[in-house]
């Protein structure tokens, strides 16, 4: 294994670049570099499971065919270099098809969530002028509540209407690869925010090799072992890292169409026989909230499970290596940004348990005051990335709207961490989730992963709620095990169980029980609507 400080300290962008993109700056295509470089050698890229139990291998060869009829089609409907192009389907091999043929085109790929509803449509392909969407037959009728909505080309279509397999097999299964420069867009991405529309990011070619880094080095895809990503790909974690990353680097993908479910993942990885799998938290706090079932399934399956989305658990890290005798490592990403903080399955650093981690290899990551000055070890602050020594860094801002998040050299995340004497950061929590009570600072994270540690304890979510005395006091909404219910003695055990493990400040001194936490699709839990809630509470309270 390599040594983390070497492969850091003697990055090298050239090389980084030669090693994963074929083309020169100035003439590159991402179907060429996921697609076509990979054509000839007979390999797999793409294992699909339906949720009816079917399944089907793609080749890189198959695929290329099937994108250049696809970019044959979009250029027959006036779609040219540089105009966005969105799908808005199920984790099949059409979505590929889709992405891969947009990308031939040299076109931008526009993921939509399969669970978004109309308005959320709306504002994306206005935001992008998006010339076409590709729809299942099960989300059809969302597009006709969309504004000036683009055309439509259809999965398993109703008469009358373009369908995707007939239109698509009237293609000549030859195109030629249209080649753009490295700071071109691929990618059309837009952010979810606590607060305000989503912001469209567009993601320049270049990124690709920023993409292959964090997988070689922090997820340490290896060649001859299956991966799965879980990540549904209408999100940047799973757009970046199951379905490019790994297609550029020659690797197969995954691709399960249903929904999450424990029995599913347990068959899928069985089947496939998944050594390298990479999720969310969310999905592996559900598997231990199965463990008896998952340990008889997955006990010795795994060999690396990366985590992504917000920080893990240390219950979940423990029962990673003592119940399923493998390693799970967290990762810090975003949108704009694709994963910079990270422990590395592929490198040789110290782990820190509940640490986020290092810099990947070609970032510099630092922790900022609100002065803009670096800070030392042991200082909450901004998690901030140098763009002068991160030649990765890819973030070109967002489309047509000027940004705050470039401050001088810095780029700023928006989330407070905090520099460890080993180097290694830890995650403190968003800059808007940091509890103030009675002149402390808190960070959401600790006392929801006290809370998990608690055997009645599935999830758990923390927030300040307003307060006169103290500014703010620490409230946490927990969701039990099926089988217990809520009650005042509970709520006070899980008060004293958080006390005992932190401190006489940050335990919370109210605790809600509810069935579940408000969450965004990708299984981010929401703080900031339970904050709206008791913001709402207490004025209401007052007037």
């Known amino acids: 294994?390599?040594?983390?400080?070497?492969?850091?300290?003697?990055?090298?962008?050239?090389?980084?670049?030669?090693?994963?993109?074929?083309?020169?700056?100035?003439?590159?295509?991402?179907?060429?570099?996921?697609c076509d470089r990979h054509a000839d050698a007979g390999r797999v890229a793409l294992y699909w499971e339906g949720r009816d139990g079917s399944s089907a291998t793609w080749t890189f060869a198959q695929l290329q065919q099937?994108?250049?009829?696809?970019?044959?089609?979009?250029?027959?409907?006036?779609?040219?270099p540089g105009d966005c192009v969105a799908g808005m389907l199920p984790r099949t091999p059409e979505l590929l098809i889709t992405i891969l043929g947009t990308w031939?085109?040299?076109?931008?790929?526009?993921?939509?969530?399969?669970?978004?509803?109309?308005?959320?449509?709306?504002h994306r392909v206005a935001s992008a002028?998006?010339?076409?969407?590709?729809?299942?037959?099960?989300?059809?009728?969302?597009?006709?509540?969309?504004?000036?909505?683009?055309?439509?080309?259809?999965?398993?279509?109703?008469?009358?209407?373009?369908?995707?397999?007939?239109?698509?097999?009237?293609?000549?299964?030859?195109?030629?690869?249209?080649?753009?420069?490295?700071?071109?867009?691929?990618?059309?991405?837009?952010?979810?925010?606590t607060t305000g529309l989503a912001k469209p990011v567009p993601v320049p070619l270049k990124a690709i090799a920023a993409f292959v880094g964090y997988l070689r080095d922090a997820v340490d895809l290896r060649e001859d072992e299956a991966f799965w990503n879980l990540a549904d790909p209408g999100w940047a974690y799973g757009l970046y890292y199951a379905v490019t990353g790994p297609l550029a680097m020659g690797h197969a993908t995954t691709f399960y169409e249903g929904a999450f479910s424990v029995e599913s993942t347990c068959r899928v990885i069985r089947k496939y026989d998944?050594?390298?799998?990479?999720?969310?938290?969310?999905?592996?706090?559900?598997?231990?909230?199965?463990?008896?079932?998952?340990?008889?399934?997955?006990?010795?399956?795994?060999?690396?499970?990366?985590?992504?989305?917000?920080?893990?658990?240390?219950?979940?890290?423990?029962?990673?290596?003592?119940?399923?005798?493998?390693?799970?490592?967290?990762?810090?990403?975003?949108?704009?940004?694709?994963?910079?903080?990270?422990?590395?399955?592929?490198?040789?650093?110290?782990?820190?348990?509940?640490?986020?981690?290092?810099?990947?290899?070609?970032?510099?990551?630092?922790?900022?005051?609100?002065?803009?000055?670096?800070?030392?070890?042991?200082?909450?602050?901004?998690?901030?990335?140098?763009?002068?020594?991160?030649?990765?860094?890819?973030?070109?801002?967002?489309?047509?709207?000027?940004?705050?998040?470039?401050?001088?050299?810095?780029?700023?995340?928006?989330?407070?961490?905090?520099?460890?004497?080993d180097g290694s950061i830890s995650f403190v929590g968003r800059a808007d989730d940091v509890i103030t009570t009675s002149g402390y600072r808190v960070g959401p994270f600790d006392v929801e992963s006290a809370l998990i540690e608690h055997p009645a304890v599935i999830e758990a979510a923390v927030i300040g709620k307003p307060d006169p005395e103290r500014t703010e006091l620490v409230k946490a909404f927990v969701v039990l095990h099926m089988d217990l219910n809520g009650s005042a003695e509970l709520a006070e055990e899980l008060k004293q169980h958080v006390r005992k493990r932190l401190s006489a400040h940050a335990y919370p001194r109210e605790v809600e029980f509810v069935a579940e936490l408000p969450k965004t699709p990708s299984g981010k839990i929401q703080r900031f609507l339970l904050r709206n809630q008791e913001i709402a509470k207490a004025q209401a309270c007052v007037n």
């Open 66 to 80: 099937a994108a250049a009829r696809f970019a044959n089609l979009l250029h027959s409907r006036g779609v040219r």
């Open 274 to 421: 998944i050594r390298n799998l990479a999720g969310s938290p969310t999905a592996y706090r559900l598997l231990l909230a199965a463990r008896d079932e998952v340990q008889a399934q997955l006990k010795g399956q795994l060999r690396a499970v990366s985590s992504a989305g917000e920080p893990l658990t240390p219950e979940v890290i423990r029962w990673f290596a003592e119940g399923l005798h493998c390693t799970i490592h967290d990762h810090y990403g975003q949108t704009e940004l694709g994963m910079v903080l990270c422990n590395h399955h592929g490198l040789e650093h110290p782990v820190r348990l509940g640490a986020a981690g290092y810099a990947v290899p070609g970032h510099r990551v630092v922790v900022l005051d609100e002065q803009g000055r670096e800070l030392p070890a042991g200082q909450p602050g901004v998690l901030a990335v140098d763009r002068r020594r991160s030649p990765l860094f890819w973030f070109p801002g967002y489309l047509g709207m000027a940004t705050q998040a470039f401050v001088g050299d810095y780029y700023l995340s928006g989330d407070t961490v905090e520099l460890n004497e």
């Open 104 to 122: 031939r085109l040299g076109a931008v790929y526009q993921p939509l969530f399969t669970a978004f509803g109309p308005k959320a449509i709306e």
């Open 1 to 34: 294994m390599r040594d983390y400080l070497t492969a850091a300290q003697s990055f090298d962008l050239d090389q980084a670049l030669a090693s994963v993109l074929s083309g020169h700056a100035d003439a590159l295509n991402a179907c060429i570099e996921c």
């Open 129 to 193: 002028g998006t010339r076409l969407v590709v729809v299942d037959a099960a989300n059809r009728a969302k597009l006709d509540e969309v504004g000036a909505a683009p055309p439509l080309l259809t999965l398993n279509a109703s008469a009358g209407e373009a369908d995707f397999w007939t239109e698509l097999e009237s293609q000549s299964d030859s195109f030629e690869p249209v080649l753009r420069t490295a700071s071109d867009a691929f990618l059309m991405m837009f952010t979810s925010g």
